[in-house]
């Protein structure tokens, strides 16, 4: 599509929504009741929970697999904390600002 032809496209769309879509989605919405909508978004979290419940454990279980563990407690690991010494307690590390750099 060259450039011409999209600044017409743009030029000739109106913004919003057709005259009286509000009026089509308040009669809708007041048509279903209660029970209706209840029972839809408890059909799709029984359908979508156990999908991501499985899905968070096969990423935990990937991260906590997958993390060094260099006399590190697993927590720290998959939290990806580093191991405190006193050397890396002491180290002073400043950031500058102007160009990102890091220095110490």
């Given amino acids: 599509m060259s450039d011409d032809a999209l600044e017409e496209l743009l030029r000739s769309s109106v913004p919003g ?19 209706e909508t209840a029972r839809a978004v ?3 979290f029984r359908r979508w929970a156990p999908l991501a419940l499985a899905a968070s454990l096969v990423l935990a279980a990937f991260n906590v697999v997958t993390t060094s563990q260099d006399g ?3 927590f ?7 191991p405190v010494s006193v050397q890396s307690a002491y180290a002073i590390t400043v950031l500058d600002a102007d160009n990102g750099e890091v220095g110490r």
Avoid at 17 to 35: K, P, Q
Avoid at 76 to 82: F, I, P, S, T, Y
Wanted: hydrophobic share 40%; charged share 30%; glycine share 12%.
């Fill in 42 to 44: 408890s059909g799709y």
């Fill in 72 to 74: 590190q407690s697993t």
């Fill in 17 to 35: 929504f057709d005259a009286g879509f509000a009026d089509r989605v308040v009669e809708r919405v007041e048509g279903l009741s209660v029970d």
């Fill in 76 to 82: 720290d690991a998959v939290l990806g904390l580093e």
